[in-house]
């Protein structure tokens, strides 16, 4: 049996906050992390699927892991159309990384609208570097609710809750694509409703 639904995730921030290491461990269930660091040039596309919990569907996540060079925003950009949804990534340990992961959030939503409501985590990567942390769970907390998004830290290098950001993302597409459905089909209805009420006339 083929998935519900085809998911079309952007995965955006600053360069070096790991976001090509959590795209590889989400793919291969936690078995491959990169052992050497090599920057994305313009996006690199995958596909996962995932089989999402209380009944919700098999997904499958187009994931475009878009470099965070300042060289190839306009490039990058180009590539958003279509949008599912969108993973916006820093470093715990850099705090200019989660000043750029607002500015990438922040262009995302710009390019859509506020009329165009896309489904967002906030993800703090490399939390096991814990001596090493510059940004605080709460101001993560508080910089995704002033985004109006879903916050999620993780350890792409230990598999930690790595999966945890696609799941959320994933349960927030459906759950709005069900609404839209359902919005849909009650017009039909009520269009259908007024016809027959007309015609009985």
């Known amino acids: 049996m083929g998935p ?3 998911l079309k995730t952007l995965v955006v921030g600053g360069s070096c906050v790991g976001k090509t290491a959590l795209v590889s461990m989400f793919k291969s269930d936690g078995a491959d992390f990169p052992k050497s660091y090599m920057f994305t040039r313009d996006v690199d596309v995958s596909m996962k699927e995932m089989l999402l919990p209380d009944n919700q569907g098999l ?3 187009i994931i475009q892991d878009c470099s965070g060079m300042p060289v190839y925003e306009k490039t990058v950009e180009k590539t958003w159309d279509q949008l599912s949804g969108v993973i916006v990534v820093y470093d715990v340990t850099d705090r200019k990384s989660f000043e750029e992961a607002v500015r990438w959030g922040g ?3 710009e390019r859509f609208g506020k009329s165009t409501r896309i489904p967002a985590v906030l993800l703090g990567n490399r939390t096991d570097l814990t001596l090493r942390r510059k940004v605080t ?3 993560g907390v508080a910089m995704a609710k002033s985004m109006s998004c879903a916050f999620v830290e993780c350890s792409a290098k230990s598999w930690e809750d790595v999966t ?3 799941r959320l993302l994933g349960l927030e597409i459906v ?3 069900k609404e839209r459905i359902a919005a849909v ?3 039909h209805a009520n269009t259908a409703k007024t016809t027959k009420t007309e015609v009985s006339r």
């Open 137 to 139: 769970t709460e101001e």
């Open 107 to 109: 262009k995302v939503m």
């Open 59 to 61: 997904v499958t996540f």
């Open 175 to 177: 759950r709005l694509y």
């Open 4 to 6: 519900d639904l085809y």
């Open 185 to 187: 089909s009650g017009v």
């Open 164 to 166: 945890v950001p696609f």
